[in-house]
């Protein structure tokens, strides 16, 4: 995806996400997320835009956007969406390429930011909707990049157990042409986009697959073939 596909995203998926958590109690359960409340989520998810947004108006020289009050009741949706306008804001400002603070050092570029608030979003927009009965799929592009965002980054932010020993999953994605093998090692884990043999395959919309790889429940059926064990090893393998 693009940046401005990303910017696009980011847009969208914070107003879906303000829409969720406005219609209803911000102490709500997240089922998705176990102890937490919508207030909980929803402050997580100002924290995460407040943080992004501050680290391009340093990498552009641009004056800090405000960082209103967190609110203690009901006012959340407006203090919610008031951070994503900041935070969309200052992606539209920010050049693609502009080189910025990251914790990643293979990309220090804009268009990281871009990619990951847009990825997050998508994800704790679903958690939002759980609590309100109303979730709805990532759109399979967006998905798509999601998969490759795991694989490829979130993967190297976390320790290994040390568990795994080269146990493997197939992913293939039903509404695309695309598809994914990961290997679980002790130190690493490796995806190559590849079909192949592996210890579990797993077949559904790229959204749903999506949805697994982050713990969440799915909206359409995967299938599952092969040995179970290589999932709950992922699971060990990867929180995010």
């Not at 539209?92 to 930011?113: G, I, L």
């Not at 990961?182 to 590849?194: N, S, V, Y």
């Not at 790229?206 to 995967?222: F, M």
Request: glycine letters at 8%; proline letters at 6%; charged letters at 25%.
């Amino acid at each position: 995806m693009e940046y401005a596909e990303f910017e696009v995203t980011v847009a969208l998926e914070m107003a879906s996400l303000v829409e969720s958590v406005a219609v209803g109690s911000v102490s709500a359960p997240v089922p998705t997320c176990p102890g937490w409340t919508i207030s909980d989520l929803g402050l997580h998810v100002g924290q995460f835009c407040g943080f992004w947004t501050h680290v391009l108006c340093e990498g552009t020289g641009r004056p800090k956007t405000p960082y209103p009050e967190e609110p203690k009741g009901d006012d959340l949706a407006n203090w919610l969406g008031s951070l994503g306008y900041y935070l969309l804001q200052e992606l539209r400002a920010t050049p693609s390429d502009k080189e910025v603070w990251t914790w990643y050092e293979s990309d220090k570029s804009a268009t990281f930011v871009a990619r990951r608030c847009a990825n997050e979003l998508a994800i704790h927009r679903y958690d939002a909707q759980s609590a309100r009965g109303t979730c709805a799929p990532i759109t399979p592009r967006l998905a798509a990049d999601g998969l490759d965002e795991m694989l490829t980054v979130l993967v190297s932010v976390r320790p290994r157990t040390g568990e795994a020993t080269g146990e493997t999953l197939h992913l293939h994605a039903t509404d695309s042409d695309a598809e994914w093998l990961i290997a679980l090692h002790p130190e690493r884990i490796d995806m190559t986009p590849e079909h192949a043999k592996a210890d579990l395959a797993l077949r559904g919309a790229v959204s749903d697959l999506e949805l697994v790889l982050y713990g969440r429940p799915t909206i359409g059926k995967v299938e599952h073939f092969g040995n179970e064990w290589a999932l709950e090893l992922w699971r060990r393998e990867f929180r995010f």
